[in-house]
């Protein structure tokens, strides 16, 4: 029992209670978790993309390319019960992609006259993106180390 309260009061404590909780998952919860993690992280990682893109050209994304959020949408209730994951950096990289979503909306809404591509970025604006583009960068890493976490073995009785 000591032994347990000296690794539970260590600097450790977190990821030997995290392994721990990480050890009672089910197979299949397991698996849902890794999946889920994936796919959000591939979502963010085009998200990203997208937000380059734009700080490259100096222009608004073209509506075809627009920063995806479905996968966040399905899965952010699978990955907000995950511990270990700091659920800030991911739910706060998909509310500011959501966000930068409706400010080019009112942008392009602003000057109807233009097309999409005829909206060029400000200074201010280009640094929001850089800004926003490192916010998802910090949750792609919080997800790959979700994704690299070993899948919990059922119990086989």
Known sequence: ??????????????????????AGRTA??????????????LELEESKNVLEWCVEYGEWWPPEIEPPHEAWDEYAEVLAGVDGVDWEKLAGAARQLRRLRGVR???????????????????RTTKLLEERKEMVAQAISELKVLEAQPLAVAASK
């Open 1 to 22: 029992m000591a032994a347990l309260w000296q690794r539970r009061s260590s600097t450790g404590a977190s990821r030997y209670v995290a392994s721990r909780k990480r």
């Open 28 to 41: 299949a919860e397991s698996r849902e978790i890794r999946r889920a993690a994936r796919l959000v992280r």
């Open 105 to 123: 909306a009112a942008y392009v809404a602003a000057d109807s006259k233009k097309q999409w591509d005829s909206v060029e970025l400000g200074e």
